[in-house]
């Protein structure tokens, strides 16, 4: 599944105001402990979703931070009819703690850090992270790999 992004994360990007290949992205996860569900229309910055569990609870685990996209690009399928958004698969390393990862956000850092999440601008949501089995992950000391779709992170037709 491909993830989706917030409206007017597409209307900066048709201004010419992101460009996922030079910015700093870095991808935060959260947990299932409140039911989230995207909403494309007022889920613009990181502090819209990631709130301390009113909409959204960001993983607890003492082992877990936020990681960083590497290797953005944008291509064109012409074939596909599309623009695609692609990074390499992002890795956080041995989180423990036995929360279930419900999902995780790809963003725009601004500031040099993430202690601004007001104005860190959300590029991709997936509210369904599930493993190869189709299964929520359940963190247990392992490594957990967010594996990005072949079609993309994002794709624009």
Excluded: K
Aim: aromatic share 8%; glycine share 8%; no cysteine.
């Amino acid at each position: 599944m491909t993830a989706i992004e917030p409206y007017p994360t597409i209307r900066e990007y048709r201004r010419g105001n992101i460009d996922v290949e030079t910015a700093t992205l870095r991808v935060a996860l959260f947990n299932d402990s409140t039911a989230y569900s995207p909403d494309q229309v007022n889920h613009e910055y990181v502090s819209d979703v990631l709130d301390g569990g009113t909409t959204a609870q960001e993983i607890q685990d003492a082992t877990y931070s936020r990681q960083t996209v590497s290797n953005a690009s944008v291509t064109v399928d012409a074939a596909g009819g599309e623009v695609e958004f692609d990074a390499d698969d992002v890795t956080f390393s041995g989180l423990d703690g036995g929360e279930t990862i419900q999902g995780w956000i790809v963003f725009q850092q601004v500031g040099g850090d993430d202690t601004t999440p007001a104005d860190d601008r959300i590029i991709a949501i997936e509210d369904e992270a599930t493993n190869s089995n189709g299964n929520l992950v359940t963190l247990n000391g392992s490594d957990v790999t967010i594996q990005f779709s072949s079609e993309g992170i994002i794709n624009v037709a």
